[in-house]
């Protein structure tokens, strides 16, 4: 079963603006990661935020965490259409007998030139 | 290091054949982990080995798939008798520390099962 839950499923924006995706998980966590697919081809890691972080940024990219609320959201600025890809989020586990890293639905996002 | 390697990148094979999908870690990294992904399901966890152990199996849909790592670099994921059902892209990925730490994928085997 799929942990994180992405929203929006798509997004299409104008190249120049920002783009926030949602992801939304069920239990607790270590930390939780945002990926991503370009068409054909395998995950890129892009940004890691842990469980006791609230805000991270990584270049263009901004991630938020939210514990109490089990959400995280990221943002990407200025966006260009090489942004164009698929986007997950995947969530590591609290406990440490186990480690297995699941991933959502994720989003699609299309940056229009 | 080159990254995640796997072979083949694509994969045609008629039901009933079995088929060995193969995968190269990253060189220190001692997690593994098998995913499938399909429009209809996404991207599922088959299986997490952590230092060439199986931890995490039940992702496997059935016995007909079986994961080996015979060392600590080399990974293998063989179905047989091969389904239709089993088409998807397959991929592998692995980290310092399970999924503690950032994961990193291979290209991933696009597999046909006719």
């Known amino acids: 079963s799929q942990q994180g839950e992405e929203d929006p499923q798509a997004l299409s924006i104008q190249e120049g603006e920002n783009a926030t995706m949602n992801c939304s998980y069920k239990t607790s966590i270590n930390n939780l990661q945002w990926y991503r697919q370009n068409s054909g081809r395998g995950l890129v890691h892009l940004i890691l935020?842990?469980?006791?972080?609230r805000e991270k940024h990584s270049g263009r990219l901004r991630v938020t965490l939210d514990t109490s609320k089990k959400s995280s959201s990221l943002l990407i600025t200025a966006s260009r259409a090489a942004d164009t890809a698929s986007y997950f989020c995947a969530t590591g586990p609290l406990e440490t007998s186990g480690s297995r890293l699941t991933f959502g639905e994720g989003t699609q996002l299309t940056v229009n030139p | 290091d080159a990254g995640v390697i796997q072979s083949p990148r694509h994969e045609v094979t008629e039901m009933g054949q079995e088929v060995t999908l193969r995968c190269k870690l990253i060189?220190?990294?001692?997690?593994l982990f098998w995913y499938r992904q399909t429009m209809m399901r996404g991207l599922e966890l088959l299986i997490y080995?952590?230092?060439?152990?199986?931890?995490?199996d039940s992702g496997m849909p059935e016995d007909r798939f079986s994961a080996k790592m015979p060392n600590a670099s080399f990974s293998t994921l063989k179905i047989q008798p091969s389904e239709p059902r089993d088409s998807a892209v397959y991929f592998c990925?692995?980290?310092?520390?399970?999924?503690?730490?950032?994961?990193?994928f291979g290209q991933g085997t696009r597999l046909t099962v006719v």
């Open positions: 935020i842990r469980s006791n972080e």
């Open positions: 060189s220190g990294h001692n997690s």
């Open positions: 080995f952590n230092n060439n152990v199986p931890i995490d």
């Open positions: 990925a692995s980290s310092l520390q399970g999924a503690y730490t950032e994961a990193f």
